[in-house]
């Protein structure tokens, strides 16, 4: 007689591979908190973050920008595609920057998780369709409780600034 036992180990097996990712994740954001502590060139750490925010969080398209007293966000770095900026307002005064500009303005995370069908973003349609790109997220800078720019990130696929991602950010 032979007898024998099956387990699904699917949950398990799923469970080390969100432990893993998330270890990984853990692990970009010591080194790159290594390298602010080490490195203070405003130029290198800017480049690294959105570098960071596409190899690590794997967005497709990073942007960082500061917020100046004249109303326009200045974009310090970007990675990931080769975009062309578009002038970017956080006062109100122009036509792009509408989710960059809330979330300086109110030091909230603004995430539009499909900008085909979010009527926030209907001027950034035809770029995003351009681009492949489906949605996106602007991240507030904030020191001593004060917004001072905006990380933007784009990625190609719809609903992916999930609880998770967002609570890494």
């Not at 990931?80 to 303005?105: F, N, S, T």
């Not at 800078?141 to 890494?168: A, H, I, Y």
Request: glycine content about 6%; aromatic content about 12%; hydrophobic content about 40%.
């Amino acid at each position: 007689r032979l007898f024998g036992a099956f387990q699904d180990i699917t949950d398990r097996k799923l469970a080390e591979e969100q432990i893993l990712k998330q270890l990984t994740t853990i692990s970009n954001l010591y080194a790159t908190t290594q390298k602010l502590t080490h490195k203070m060139d405003l130029d290198f750490l800017v480049k690294d973050v959105t570098r960071t925010c596409v190899e690590t969080f794997e967005a497709r398209y990073a942007w960082l920008g500061r917020a100046e007293a004249d109303g326009s966000i200045t974009v310090l770095a970007t990675y990931g595609m080769e975009i062309p900026v578009y002038p970017l307002r956080w006062d109100g005064q122009g036509e792009y920057g509408h989710l960059a500009a809330e979330a300086i303005k109110t030091g909230f995370p603004l995430i539009a998780q499909d900008v085909f069908n979010d009527p926030r973003t209907a001027f950034l349609r035809s770029w995003a369709e351009q681009h492949h790109l489906t949605s996106l997220a602007d991240f507030p800078l904030v020191s001593r409780e004060q917004p001072f720019g905006v990380l933007g990130l784009w990625s190609d696929q719809k609903n992916f600034f999930d609880e998770d991602r967002v609570g890494f950010l």
